[in-house]
């Protein structure tokens, strides 16, 4: 063919470890109900920016500092976003590549989270700890979509990689990462339970 693919958008997904995830996701969920429980300004803030739901983004945003659980998983994840950089081909130039943020997001009935990206990071992603047959996955925009002016829609049945937006189903258990650049949202939940996820970001220096 004489088309060629070039400048690529990549994602990442893959279960956190191999065994055990049942057993971790509990732990976690009832950390993350904890961490709501006793973060009153994380409520307040939610009350006003993230309507219906929980996040403890601008309270509480250095779990991994202050709770073993949260440090644990930051040491799993770590291997991942290792992985997925060297994947990208990234040249880290032998600096340390370190958690800078870690927080819960609670998602009840109707909660969403609009279209965003995650500023002075270089890997972004999130951790699906409790997912209700139904909840909503990560849904990616196009990061050229603002560009394509006068361009005609795509057709319905184009492939995967020809489409504007791309949805990754949420499962517990599941590590989705992306280069923080990249613009995403959740859809509202529509399901009568909470879903549960912990986001993060990578640096490094």
Same mark, same amino acid.
């Given at each position: 063919? %004489? ?60 779990? $991994? ?21 060297? $994947? ?24 969403? $989270?609009?279209? $965003? ?18 909840? %909503? ?69």
């Amino acid at each position: 063919m %004489p088309v060629r693919s070039w400048f690529a958008t990549q994602l990442y997904c893959a279960p956190l470890q191999r065994t055990g995830l049942a057993r971790l996701n509990a732990e976690l969920a009832v950390e993350c109900r904890q961490v709501r429980d006793y973060d009153a300004a994380g409520r307040r803030w939610s009350a006003k920016h993230y309507p219906g739901g929980y996040t403890s983004y601008a309270s509480m945003n250095e779990l $991994h500092r202050f709770s073993s659980t949260f440090g644990g998983l930051e040491q799993k994840l770590q291997r991942h976003v290792l992985a997925f950089a060297r $994947h990208l081909e990234l040249d880290l130039r032998g600096r340390t590549v370190r958690m800078s943020d870690c927080w819960v997001n609670i998602m009840p009935p109707t909660a969403a $989270h609009s279209l $965003h990206i995650h500023p002075l990071s270089f890997i972004s992603g999130t951790y699906y700890v409790a997912t209700p047959r139904g909840c %909503p996955g990560l849904k990616f925009e196009d990061p050229r979509l603002s560009n394509f002016m006068a361009a005609p829609p795509r057709l319905t049945s184009a492939r995967p990689a020809h489409r504007a937006h791309v949805t990754y189903p949420a499962r517990a258990g599941n590590v989705v990462l992306f280069e923080s650049w990249l613009r995403h949202e959740v859809p509202p939940n529509q399901v009568d339970d909470e879903r549960i996820s912990i986001s993060f970001n990578f640096n490094w220096s």
